[in-house]
């Protein structure tokens, strides 16, 4: 042997094992009775579970609809033909999708015939496009309310001052119309405040996420007349973050509220945390982060509201100013975060990722 094969060789082996920790592509690896032999740290960051989780798991329990079936693994294994899916949707168990291109194909490990999957996530490029279309979407709209409700603020002040005067001139019978002109102006001020979206800087403080969701489990609990099912599912492991507890709690306030208003009493609301790695906040890979989810099986977000569901003035209720979300929107991203939604009738999910200290989003 060449002193140029030796090399070769040496190089070779030593990339081989290098690189599937650094790949971006997730790779499966089945024994022959279709369970889980290895996992890349991509894979672990897909199926979001770490190898000693997925380790000897036959790999149709992995996911709640199987997208491939086992009879085509069995084939690959006797007969050796690779195969590749493209456009294929995963759902977990806890009902996430992701649409990915999945290539199947045999090797041997230790003599014995094994298969490796690769999964490329095909919906994060497009995803990460329309955010941050819908981003700079969100931030016009905000500014151009903004604007409008500033220059509606002054004048008004002056109106409900004037009508003041005018009340100490008038006749008890007269007041009548001053109050009216008043209590308009009132209602006008608390909208245009509203408009206006939240004038403090958060006050941030070290703090742990499970005090304030507990919170709102509590006051939502105690205020829960059409009796819908509260659930709890924490992580109570999740290390202490940054973030203003009254504006974080404001935040999940809301969106309880949004779902308590389409909800009955056979719904269900779960509060879900979990500690999440290698998210996307603002085009940035955010290494970890918190998640906070709140779940609800009720009948979904009207289709033609979804794609503007965060921008000022968008409802789906008769009775809606539209600024709940807007304003969920601003405070998640004063903490550097992201506030995100999916929703199909039956399932609706509002995420709210916060990175941990020292990772900012910008
Ligand atoms: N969990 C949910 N299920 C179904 N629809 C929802 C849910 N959450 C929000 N929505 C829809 O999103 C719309 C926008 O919510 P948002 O909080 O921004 O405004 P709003 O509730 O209409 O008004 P406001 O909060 O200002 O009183 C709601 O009107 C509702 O149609
Ligand atoms: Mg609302």
Redesign the pocket.
């Known amino acids: 042997m060449t002193e140029n094969t030796i090399n070769l060789k040496q190089l070779k082996l030593h990339y081989q094992q290098a690189l599937p920790n650094q790949m971006v592509t997730a790779v499966v690896v089945l024994d022959h009775e279709l369970t889980i032999c290895y996992v890349n740290p991509a894979a672990e960051a897909l199926l979001v579970k770490s190898l000693s989780k997925l380790y000897r798991r036959p790999i149709d329990q992995v996911f709640y609809n199987t997208p491939i079936k086992n009879e085509r693994l069995r084939q690959l294994l006797t007969t050796g033909q690779e195969f590749s899916d493209s456009d294929v949707t995963i759902e977990f168990f806890d009902h996430q999708r992701i649409t990915v291109e999945i290539t199947a194909s045999s090797v041997t490990f230790d003599q014995c015939p094994h298969i490796l999957l690769e999964f490329k996530q095909i919906d994060q490029q497009k995803q990460i496009s329309v955010e941050a279309f819908q981003q700079q979407q969100w931030e016009s709209a905000r500014d151009l309310i903004r604007g409008l409700a500033h220059e509606i603020k002054n004048p008004l002040g002056g109106l409900r001052g004037a009508a003041q005067l005018l009340d100490l001139e008038l006749t008890q019978a007269q007041k009548e119309y001053t109050a009216m002109i008043i209590e308009q102006a009132d209602r006008l001020t608390n909208l245009v405040d509203?408009l206006l979206g939240p004038n403090q800087l958060p006050v941030m403080k070290q703090q742990n996420i499970h005090v304030v969701i507990e919170k709102v489990f509590q006051l939502t609990q105690f205020d829960n007349p059409k009796n819908i099912t509260l659930a709890r599912d924490y992580d109570p492991s999740i290390p202490d973050l940054t973030f203003d507890q009254d504006k974080l709690q404001q935040t999940v306030i809301?969106?309880i509220?949004?779902?308590i208003?389409?909800?009955d009493g056979d719904n269900t609301i779960t509060l879900r945390t979990r500690a999440a790695s290698n998210k996307t906040i603002n085009g940035k890979r955010i290494k970890l982060c918190a998640q906070i989810s709140?779940i609800?099986n009720?009948?979904?977000?009207?289709e033609h509201?979804q794609s503007t569901?965060?921008y000022p003035m968008?409802?789906?209720?008769p009775?809606?100013?539209?600024?709940?979300?807007?304003?969920?929107q601003t405070i998640i991203h004063q903490h550097n975060g992201k506030l995100s939604?999916v929703?199909r009738p039956g399932y609706?999910e509002?995420t709210i990722l916060l990175p941990f200290n020292s990772e900012k989003s910008q």
Do not use: E, K, W, Y
């Not at 009720?298 to 009207?302: A, F, L, M, N, T």
């Not at 968008?314 to 209720?317: L, N, W």
């Not at 009775?319 to 969920?328: D, E, N, Q």
């Open positions: 509203r809301n969106i509220h949004n779902a208003q389409v909800l709140i609800d009720g009948p979904g977000i009207p509201i569901l965060f968008v409802s789906g209720r009775s809606g100013t539209g600024l709940g979300l807007s304003i969920c939604c929703s609706t509002f």
